[in-house]
């Protein structure tokens, strides 16, 4: 599939992921991890994820615990050692932003920055 991870992608991958743990023997990392890169390449909302990943709940679970785990950091931070030049693919051109950050409907420019202006200046008091 488009977003999945190709073979070589997931032996430089797999060593990464946290193993073991309480519990059940949790699902295979592959398909959750292809989901969870589903979702963030293509702006969809958790609820669209394709069945082949498996639940969404799932995914978005073990997307949430290891964002607060450090999981990401740690995987980005491997990949990123690998040399210097990976930094250099890295930009926001796939990065989406609410429609409400793009200042559409801001009201009118002349008043927003009169108002900083206000705000900007030093106040002291006597």
């Known amino acids: 599939m488009r977003f999945d991870l190709s073979d070589e992608e997931w032996a430089v991958i797999e060593p990464l992921l946290p193993s073991g743990g309480r519990g059940p ?3 295979d990392d592959r398909p959750i991890l292809n989901g969870i890169f ?3 390449r293509t702006g969809a909302p958790w ?3 394709p069945d082949r990943y498996g639940p969404r709940t799932t995914v978005y679970n073990r997307y949430a615990r290891w964002v607060r785990r450090g999981i990401w950091k740690l995987i980005f931070d491997a990949l ?4 210097d030049e990976s ?3 890295i930009d926001s051109s796939i990065v989406k932003i609410h429609r409400a950050a793009s200042g559409a409907k801001g009201g009118n420019w002349r008043r927003i ?3 900083r202006e206000e705000v900007a200046r030093a106040k002291f008091t006597p």
Not at 80 to 83: E, L, P, V, Y
Request: glycine share 6%; with cysteine.
């Open 25 to 27: 023997k949790r699902k």
């Open 113 to 115: 920055s009169a108002a």
């Open 80 to 83: 990123a050692q690998d040399g």
């Open 87 to 89: 930094l250099l693919f």
């Open 47 to 49: 609820c669209d994820l």
């Open 38 to 40: 589903y979702i963030i």
